[in-house]
């Protein structure tokens, strides 16, 4: 059985700080690691995807793989108010099927 | 990023009716296509994948004669869910994706959200 583990949360961070957000997955094999936000009510929507170990950086937002340690993570600089949401984590593997974290609720506080 | 749209948004229909919910990639051709559901407050369950001309795979516990898939093409998929129940009422998401195995991009169309009454 193929796992994502996410903690749920919340996780509370005062605007203008570093969130981060932390994913462990099973499968060695897997691939392709995925970070996506999911605001109340909406579909979720892709924020970053990175294949390789290292850092991957696009804006206020860091990618993180570590295949050794199977974990992957998502920095948030300069958290805003409007970066509350659900960050789901999906992980793809030999199987080309994702599979999803449960996600990490995010409340960025004035 | 990549367009796909869903419609409708939202049905609202009387239990024993079916309804169809049509997703597109609007700006490229998705070698995959998954299909979501998502109840409140719970992660996304996958329901099945299909691919463009080939029959879907569906995940354990789907009735695939209940929830029926057709990828008639790379743009455009459908899920069709027949003598749809109360305990059907959820927010039903596509999610296509682009590219070979390794170097996969997935993204998500808006959403349908559905109430059987």
């Known amino acids: 059985q193929k796992e994502v583990e996410q903690n749920s949360g919340p996780l509370s961070v005062p605007e203008g700080a570093i969130a981060s957000l932390n994913c462990t997955y099973s499968?060695?094999?897997?691939?392709?690691f995925f970070w996506y936000r999911q605001y109340s009510g909406k579909s979720p929507e892709l924020i970053m995807f990175?294949?390789?170990?290292g850092d991957k950086e696009d804006g206020r937002f860091t990618a993180q793989l570590n295949k050794a340690s199977q974990y992957v993570s998502l920095l948030i600089r300069d958290s805003q108010p409007s970066d509350s949401a659900t960050y789901l984590c999906?992980?793809?593997?030999?199987?080309?099927?994702?599979?999803f974290g449960r996600g990490t609720s995010l409340i960025v506080h004035p | 990023g990549a367009v796909v749209s869903q419609h409708p948004s939202w049905v609202i229909c009387k239990s024993g009716t079916s309804v169809k919910i049509e997703c597109r990639s609007l700006?490229?051709?998705?070698?995959?296509m998954f299909w979501y559901r998502q109840f409140p407050k719970q992660s996304l369950m996958l329901m099945a994948t299909?691919?463009?001309?080939?029959?879907?795979?569906?995940e354990q516990g789907v009735e695939k004669d209940k929830f029926l898939i057709n990828h008639a093409s790379l743009t455009l998929s459908t899920l069709t869910v027949t003598s749809a129940h109360p305990e059907d009422s959820s927010f039903y998401i596509c999610?296509?994706?682009?590219?070979?195995?390794?170097?996969?991009?997935?993204?998500f169309g808006p959403g349908t959200r559905l109430l059987v009454l």
């Open positions: 499968d060695r094999g897997s691939q392709s």
């Open positions: 999906a992980v793809i593997g030999g199987s080309y099927i994702p599979t």
């Open positions: 299909s691919n463009e001309g080939s029959k879907a795979t569906y």
């Open positions: 700006d490229f051709q998705a070698t995959t």
């Open positions: 990175i294949y390789s170990n």
């Open positions: 999610s296509p994706t682009l590219g070979s195995p390794g170097g996969e991009t997935q993204y």
